[in-house]
């Protein structure tokens, strides 16, 4: 029998050699990927768990509305003396100016007040009128109107819409007559809170614009 030479057998324990290193290697490259694994796996559900969860609308994550508007200084003195007036028909208060306590009718559908500026019944009146319910505010049209801007106001929580119409001359409304309309609906229910007033000058009618908001802001729902 030939005897293995040497170099034979240095080149098979390196082969050994080589074998178990590779086998180790890919042991090891094995580990390595499933801790990795795990590793992402965990910080996923970590982050599952801490992460708030954003759902709705950015509305619905607005603060709570806690009900009407609060009057300011100003607002609670201009109305001071005024009694609130209920509508226990629809069960919502709201307060009017003094001055437009002159109630020319009074039902759960149609509250219209008025006031003379000039002292005399005869001449414009300023007009303030609450309307509930569809068929009731179906009977005041816009008519040729033509609307100057628009903006959402809160009425005891709700979303309004304010609208401002410029004067026209048409069958509803004197051309010398300015036109505000705030509409909303509530428990499917539409309200129109009206507006009408003659012009005075550039002050007055500031005036008679922040006593109708401010019967807006004091509008109440139990």
Request: proline residues 5%.
């Amino acid at each position: 029998m030939i005897p293995e030479q040497p170099k034979h057998k240095y080149l098979k324990v390196l082969l050994i050699i080589l074998g178990i290193v590779i086998l180790c290697s890919a042991v090891f490259l094995g580990y390595l990927y499933y801790k990795n694994k795990t590793s992402k796996a965990e910080t996923a559900t970590t982050t599952s768990k801490t992460t708030p969860t954003k759902t709705g609308t950015e509305a619905d994550r607005k603060p709570a509305c806690s009900g009407p508007d609060e009057l300011t200084a100003e607002e609670t003195a201009l109305f001071e003396g005024a009694p609130t007036i209920d509508n226990a028909a629809y069960h919502f208060s709201y307060k009017v100016l003094p001055e437009w306590q002159a109630a020319l009718y009074n039902t759960d559908n149609l509250a219209s007040f008025a006031n003379f500026p000039w002292g005399d019944e005869s001449l414009a009146a300023i007009n303030l009128m609450i309307i509930v319910g569809e068929e009731k505010v179906a009977e005041f049209p816009i008519g040729e109107l033509a609307e100057v801007s628009h903006r959402t106001v809160n009425i005891d929580c709700i979303d309004a819409t304010y609208t401002v119409y410029q004067p026209t001359n048409n069958e509803h409304w004197d051309k010398d007559e300015y036109h505000i309309r705030t509409t909303f609906t509530k428990d499917g229910v539409p309200y129109l809170i009206v507006l009408n007033y003659p012009f005075q000058g550039a002050s007055a009618d500031g005036d008679v614009v922040d006593a109708y908001n401010t019967t807006l802001k004091t509008i109440d729902f139990e």
